[in-house]
């Protein structure tokens, strides 16, 4: 079987599509992913590593009421973090991620492992939840397989 991001490639790249990224979580891991391959400047645009709530508003302009709300793990940060990786990089699809790596930082109601997934087009934001139960490096390994997965099931859709 092909690797994820190998195909994702074949799809961005058949449809000229332009993708940007928004990480947390998993500091990058995405981004090195996707440019593991050959030709990967045809349609990735960048990512932004957005690690404190100083760098989520500042980078991608998620709202501090949204972070003192909801977190930095939540359905409505990761949609806003899409949403800023897409408009600041001028992409036509973005993906985020934000999560709770381990082995600590975990809170009632979201423990260790805690995740969510964003993706922002001009169709409309979505995003997934997944709580994994590996250490810190499987569980980023599992958000950024997650991701992957994500933003392939939408190009699939669309194609």
């Known amino acids: ?30 981004a090195d992913r996707i440019t593991n391959i050959s030709g990967s400047s045809d349609y990735f645009l960048g990512g932004i590593v957005a690690y404190a709530y100083e760098a989520k508003v500042a980078l991608l302009g998620v709202s501090w009421d949204t972070l003192h709300e909801h977190g930095a793990v939540s359905r409505e940060t990761v949609i806003e973090m899409a949403q800023g990786a897409r408009i600041v990089l001028g992409a036509d699809l973005a993906l985020s991620v934000s999560g709770i790596a381990g082995p600590g930082g975990g809170l009632p109601g979201k423990p260790v492992g805690y995740t969510w997934l964003g993706l922002s087009t001009s169709e409309g934001d979505w995003a997934r939840n997944f709580t994994w139960t590996g250490d810190r490096i499987a569980n980023k390994a599992a958000s950024a397989d997650a991701a992957l997965q994500f933003l392939l099931d939408y190009l699939k859709k669309s194609a």
């Open 1 to 30: 079987m092909e690797p994820l991001e190998i195909t994702i490639g074949k799809y961005l790249r058949h449809w000229g599509l332009k993708l940007a990224l928004a990480e947390s979580c998993t500091g990058g891991l995405v």
